[in-house]
């Protein structure tokens, strides 16, 4: 039995939540302001700012978004899945290595990978081009989504795969029929972290985004280093209240401090 | 059997092949832009020169930058510590309902934009700010202080977005620590605070040096935050190489800033990483 938290502690530990939370209360108070101005509502509230949204260029920007981390997370699973069974099903000379370049998206800086796809992208010809931006995103969730593709092999019972394969199931019917029904909970996990991961990406996107393939993340950058109003606000917190109810999907199917243990930051 | 021998390799080729065509392949580019130079009159010439690692080593200008974020990273570090590993002890010491309630609230904002969570910041610091409101309101400052475009409030800002990291890491080492030892320590007479400081402490010892590795990095690396807190006036690395490659168009300054930084950050982890196992090899064990 660990001992309670004392008076002390608590208020610590009040003030602490308060520290995290007050950043992104203030943005969804400021965001039902019926004022022109920024400013907390205090007498009347209004819907004013979340009605200017449409018809916005924000709008635009939410849908590349969308297909961008869409089509990121997928691809990134695609070739995700196949690599974490040869890398957990298989020994062979050169796997160590293999998993430490899977996993070295994580030690490159955002910045440093946001310059990198830049020159490439200019050097093959793909300048304002999704597919680019789609292929830069891959590469920074792929270590997120072939972690969690690991952990949900890690997590099945191999005596099913063996007694399957030795009654006469080739390698790719195991996999088919067995292996992948048992994994895809977790997979399904693990794309969307990765989705989220893409949707929220901003620093290596603002290098490479062209007006074509301008993010939300991108689009509000440009828009606060301009100027600050209620609009970005109410962006701000339809996209707080988003992650509030992705937060309660992913607690109830998955635990959600299992999956974030492996997210990315700035 | 040759076959199967070679099955690993061709299921790890698509991800070989994407890491190598779009993270390796670009870095390397990068590498060799760095060593062409540029004028605004012919562009980006192919040469071979140093000219820009002599620019960004040996100019005061971009002395202040890269010393004003490897100091913005330490601070952030520092502060992280400062109120993360009593928080993840906290958290720790919780109840099973509060304990999971808590880890969700100070995880969930991972999921929010950092472009998001900076905005909060930037409203809550401006000139006419709530902060502000409230300090100038319980009479601790006579007139509204500045706190955007300073490195107080990237520092706040930063440490907001990052400490869930720290926490999470700490939180993460102090779940191996047997609650049996903390009451032994006790029972036999030790103080709270000798409790705290001889048990809970080396425990959670490589949760702090992993966290600190954690935010450190990622300081030192983050562009939006300091971009819009700090603004152009206190401009970090990252910010730096946005203007070289956005703004004036001297993409090898750029690649040369960003090679610098890249460098900067491996030798600072694996000289960190050095002296953490040398210091604590005990820890580890």
Known sequence: ?266 | MTERRHLPYGLSAPATLVLTAFMAAPLVMVLLLSFHTFTMATGIRPEVSLANYVEVLGDGYFHTIFGRTFLLAAAVTGVAALIGVPEAYIIHRMRPPWRSIFLLVILGPLLVSVVVRTLGWAVLLGRNGIVNAGLTGLGILERPAEFMFTMTGMTVALVHVLVPFMVLSVWTSLRRLDPAVEAAGLSLGASQATVLRRIVLPQAMPGILAGSLIVFTLAASAFATPAIVGGRRLKVVAMAAYDEFLNSQNWPLGAAIVVVLLVAMVTIVVGYNRIVERRYRQVFQ
């Open chain 1, 1 to 266: 039995m660990t001992r309670r938290n004392g008076p002390l502690a608590l208020v610590f530990h009040a003030a602490f939540i308060a520290f995290i939370l007050a950043p992104l209360v203030v943005v969804c108070l400021v965001a039902f302001t019926p004022e022109a101005y920024l400013s907390i509502p205090t007498t009347r509230w209004s819907l004013r700012w979340f009605k200017a949204i449409w018809g916005s260029d924000f709008i635009p920007a939410f849908w590349i978004s969308v297909y961008v981390a869409a089509a990121a997370a997928s691809l990134a699973l695609l070739v995700s899945v196949p690599a974490a069974i040869a890398t957990a099903r298989f020994q062979f000379p050169g796997r160590e290595a293999l998993v430490a370049y899977f996993l070295s998206p994580l030690m490159v800086p955002h910045v440093v990978l946001g310059v990198a796809l830049l020159r490439f992208m200019a050097e093959v010809g793909l300048t304002a081009n999704a597919f680019g931006l789609i292929m830069g995103h891959v590469v920074i969730i792929m270590p997120f989504t072939l972690r969690l593709a690991l952990a949900a092999l890690a997590g099945m019972d191999r005596h099913v795969e063996w007694a399957a394969g030795s009654l006469g199931a080739s390698d790719l019917t195991v996999f088919r029929r067995v292996t992948l029904p048992i994994i895809l909970p977790g997979l399904a996990g693990g794309w969307l972290l990765a989705f989220i991961q893409s949707f929220d990406e901003l620093t290596m996107t603002v290098f490479v985004a062209s007006p074509g393939t301008t993010t939300l993340p991108v689009r509000m950058f440009q828009y606060i280093t301009d100027n600050i109003d209620p609009m970005v606000a109410a962006i701000s917190a339809a996209l707080i209240g988003l992650a509030i109810l992705l937060m309660a999907v992913m607690e109830r199917v998955y635990g959600l401090e299992r999956l974030l243990a492996g997210k990315g930051g700035d």
